[in-house]
């Protein structure tokens, strides 16, 4: 899946991807990528991030 998402991006040029925004399942927005290890998290402002069962970051409010 992540080869098929960097063949796509490649398509753009720098300037048409400042133009574009990420979401997920067209609701929700992209706010931050966390990259971590072998992983790619992508979190939105609705997201809670648990570290070692702390709270690093609470969902907005809504």
């Known amino acids: ?3 098929k998402l ?3 991006l490649n398509t753009y ?3 048409e991807l ?8 067209s609701s929700y927005e992209v706010k931050q990528i966390i990259v971590d290890d ?4 992508l ?4 997201a809670e991030v648990k570290i070692n069962d702390f709270i ?3 969902a907005d409010k809504q």
Do not use: A, H, Q, R
Request: negative net charge.
């Open 1 to 3: 899946m992540l080869n």
């Open 6 to 8: 960097k063949d796509i």
């Open 13 to 15: 040029t720098d300037e």
């Open 18 to 25: 400042k133009e574009l925004d990420l979401w997920i399942n």
């Open 38 to 41: 072998y992983n790619i998290d």
């Open 43 to 46: 979190i939105t402002n609705n």
């Open 56 to 58: 690093s970051k609470e």
